[in-house]
């Protein structure tokens, strides 16, 4: 069975930075379409960015282009997400998610492996 475990949040003043990862295990990791969702307070989940398994698809939310960074380490099995210019709104859970397809990535329902979530925070 598919685990995943994300690792990196914390609290950070507007403007810094944070880098999140993602560990893989109990699947080959290359073969998996992997992204990140984020659930603020009072708000639906929606999708920051994703890849797809082969690394030649990348899609990103606007909010957050520009700012951050999607990547993955085919031999250290894990995903990374590099937040950069941090801002108030982007304070959330984030989910790491994965999928053998590689289609419809921005699509929460795509995902069959959800993390448990690390919580990102964000001050003014």
């Known amino acids: 069975q598919v685990q995943l475990v994300e690792s990196g949040g914390g609290l950070v003043q507007a403007g810094g930075s944070l880098r999140l990862s993602c560990a893989l295990s109990?699947?080959?990791?290359?073969?998996?379409?992997m992204g990140w969702f984020r659930q603020g307070p009072g708000e639906e989940r929606e999708i920051v960015a994703a890849q797809n398994w082969s690394g030649t698809s990348t899609y990103y939310a606007d909010f957050v282009k520009g700012r951050f960074a999607i990547s993955r380490d085919n031999a250290k099995n894990t995903l990374y997400l590099q937040m950069n210019s941090l801002k108030p709104e982007d304070t959330a859970v984030y989910y790491c998610?994965?999928?053998?397809?590689?289609?419809?990535?921005?699509?929460?329902?795509?995902?069959?492996?959800w993390g448990q979530g690390t919580q990102v925070t964000v001050s003014s």
């Open positions: 109990g699947g080959t990791f290359s073969s998996y379409s």
């Open positions: 998610v994965a999928t053998p397809e590689d289609t419809y990535l921005s699509q929460l329902w795509r995902y069959r492996f």
